[in-house]
């Protein structure tokens, strides 16, 4: 039996198929057996069906094709309003307006996303995580209307997968994976375990296409510069306080 996680890929194109209600339900409410801080479930999910109605939420994940074609995107959120509304109505006092706690809603929030991607695809599906929702928080908040307390930390596209997806290079576990002390690798060690990216044939040509002499470039200068992290990151760190989680 071909072993699932060393074949995954994620998928970007999708067939013009429906993935029923009841199937999402059911994969969501797997996802939710994940284990998340306190038990205390500080997440949710929005989910879009493909039509007129989406097209706002498309534009606000750059009209990319997996956000365009899947059936579904998944909007899944660090969301503390539910809790917090439930301690008050039930005459407990609820200290959850901060960065913290922000932060443990995300990483479950995360979690669960993952569990979702996992379960989807051992049932056939195909996915594709959409980073364009640290972009644009602020605007696809309003969009979806997420209350205070609510912010959209990641988006899934899910759809029946229409080809079997890019082939992609990972680092070797050795890059990863340390025992007792986070090692002091050496420049030539370090070199070496960014070797799985360097040498990969797609990314060689990534390479040239933008004319940089490396990989490092291409994601230091252009995928991911200096220049657009630190404006996202001012707006981001400006709609958290919007939304409650930072005083």
Known sequence: MENYFESRRTRRNFLD?????????????EAMRAPNTGNM????????RKGEARKALEALHFNQSASTGADLLLTVCADFNHFTRWCRLSDADAGYDNFLSFTSAMTDAVILAQQIVTIAEMRGLGSCYLGTVAYNAPEIAALLKLPELVVPVACLAIGWPADRGTESERLGVDAVLFEGTYPQLSDKELLKNYEAKDLYAPNEQFVKENGKRNLAQVFAEIRYPRSTNEPISEKLLAYLKRAGFMK
């Open 17 to 29: 198929k429906e993935v029923p209600t009841e199937m999402l339900r059911e994969i969501v409410g």
């Open 41 to 48: 479930q500080t997440y949710s999910v929005v989910y879009s």
